[in-house]
Nanobody, 127 residues
Framework: QVQLVESGGGLVQAGGSLRLSCAASGGTVSSYAMAWFRQAPGKEREFVAAMPWTGGLTYYGDSVRGRFTISRDNAKNTVYLQMNSLRSEDTAVYYC????????????????????WGQGTQVTVSS
């Protein structure tokens, strides 16, 4: 089972940028579909971004498309989420997730299920 640890969250002003990292251990990210989700207080968990284990294709939630970028560094066994033009509504706990099982339907990247989750990192955007 892969273990995931997120980092890079913090407090940033609206319009600013942050880069989140998800470090994996006990498995190689190149073998997993990787994703980012977020959850704001009182709201349901929301899909943010995902990419298959093969890399290349990426998927984004409608609210972040064009502002956020998911990427991976297989040599560092780490997945990143670059967040630009941040808004107050981006405030949430961000979670990294991994899935080993093959995905046959691209919609599954957005809905899951994912097998492994990190503990989350808080992102707060002040307006």
């Amino acid at each position: 089972q892969v273990q995931l640890v997120e980092s890079g969250g913090g407090l940033v002003q609206a319009g600013g940028s942050l880069r989140l990292s998800c470090a994996a251990s006990g498995g190689t990210v190149s073998s997993y579909a990787m994703a980012w989700f977020r959850q704001a207080p009182g709201k349901e968990r929301e899909f943010v971004a995902a990419m298959p284990w093969t890399g290349g294709l990426t998927y984004y939630g409608d609210s972040v498309r064009g502002r956020f970028t998911i990427s991976r560094d297989n040599a560092k066994n780490t997945v990143y989420l670059q967040m630009n033009s941040l808004r107050s509504e981006d405030t949430a706990v961000y979670y990294c997730a991994a899935r080993k099982r093959t995905i046959y339907n691209s919609n599954t990247y957005k809905t899951g299920p994912y097998d492994n989750w990190g503990q989350g990192t808080q992102v707060t955007v002040s307006s």
